[in-house]
């Protein structure tokens, strides 16, 4: 996604809006409605694995090593808990240094409003792990937090630097951490899935809300939404 600028945003008395928030709104819907159809499928169901879920996690089984149980557990310690509050307010201070409150404010607020959806979601559905797990055994699984955390950081950032090779470093690392929960065999496929949409639904509609009050903060006093000047 990179930044474009619509009529508006060339003139030099009003804000530069990015034309890309359309695009984000559209996304996070679709993510959103895509996450909830996940999550009716898995109470129709009765919480169980699908097949699909089944079949995954015994291809995790048949392939696991030591050396790919030590490997799966670098992404599942950096993206845990502590790792992630860690990196969310490394990123928060750089932003700040560099007098970008905005985009300082994007990735703040993102990673709470994840955590605050996820973690009472996840233990209020009470979907059971695999058998047989080397990380959590608590039936928190769906949707998988560590996931939901990565792809929302991964989606902040690939919006607010708009470069190509931050969108590729962030699918490589949800990838990563979706192959290293499932590796682990703390979550079901269906539940690091879960967790990617439910990333792309915080990310993308944080950073739209943030967009919209950046630029009516920026807007000059007396103009309406709709650019025209109102009488004082």
């Given at each position: 996604?990179?930044?474009?600028?619509?009529?508006?945003?060339?003139?030099?008395?009003?804000?530069?809006?990015?034309a890309?928030?359309?695009?984000?709104?559209?996304?996070?819907?679709?993510?959103?409605?895509?996450?909830?159809?996940?999550?009716?499928?898995?109470?129709?169901?009765g919480?169980?694995?699908?097949?699909?879920?089944?079949?995954?996690?015994?291809?995790?089984a048949?392939?696991a090593?030591?050396?790919?149980?030590?490997?799966?557990?670098?992404?599942?310690?950096v993206?845990?808990?502590?790792?992630?509050?860690v990196i969310?307010l490394?990123?928060?201070?750089?932003?700040?240094v560099?007098?970008?409150?905005?985009?300082?404010?994007?990735?703040a607020?993102?990673i709470?409003?994840?955590?605050?959806?996820?973690?009472?979601?996840?233990?209020?559905?009470?979907?059971?792990?695999p058998?047989?797990?080397?990380?959590?055994?608590?039936?928190?699984?769906?949707?998988?937090?560590?996931?939901?955390?990565?792809?929302?950081?991964?989606v902040?950032?690939?919006?607010?630097?708009?470069r190509?090779?931050?969108?590729?470093?962030?699918?490589?690392?949800?990838?990563?951490?979706?192959?290293?929960?499932?590796?682990?065999?703390?979550?079901?496929?269906?539940?690091?899935?879960?967790?990617?949409?439910?990333?792309?639904v915080v990310?993308?509609?944080?950073?739209?809300?943030?967009?919209?009050?950046?630029?009516?903060?920026?807007?000059p006093?007396?103009?309406?939404?709709?650019?025209?000047?109102?009488?004082?």
């Amino acid at each position: 996604m990179d930044a474009v600028t619509d009529t508006a945003s060339t003139q030099p008395d009003r804000p530069w809006i990015d034309a890309r928030r359309p695009i984000a709104l559209v996304v996070g819907v679709a993510a959103a409605l895509l996450f909830v159809t996940l999550r009716l499928m898995v109470a129709v169901g009765g919480l169980a694995p699908f097949e699909i879920d089944l079949w995954w996690d015994d291809t995790m089984a048949q392939l696991a090593s030591p050396v790919g149980v030590i490997v799966a557990w670098v992404p599942a310690i950096v993206g845990g808990t502590i790792g992630m509050i860690v990196i969310g307010l490394a990123v928060v201070v750089v932003f700040v240094v560099r007098r970008r409150r905005w985009e300082a404010l994007t990735v703040a607020a993102s990673i709470v409003v994840v955590v605050a959806i996820g973690a009472p979601m996840a233990a209020v559905i009470a979907r059971h792990r695999p058998d047989g797990s080397l990380a959590e055994t608590v039936a928190t699984s769906f949707p998988s937090g560590h996931t939901a955390v990565a792809t929302t950081i991964a989606v902040s950032l690939g919006l607010i630097l708009r470069r190509r090779w931050v969108w590729m470093a962030g699918v490589a690392w949800v990838l990563l951490m979706m192959w290293s929960r499932t590796y682990l065999h703390a979550h079901w496929l269906s539940d690091v899935v879960a967790g990617a949409l439910e990333g792309v639904v915080v990310a993308t509609l944080i950073w739209a809300l943030v967009e919209v009050l950046r630029v009516r903060r920026a807007r000059p006093r007396g103009e309406s939404s709709s650019g025209a000047n109102v009488p004082g």
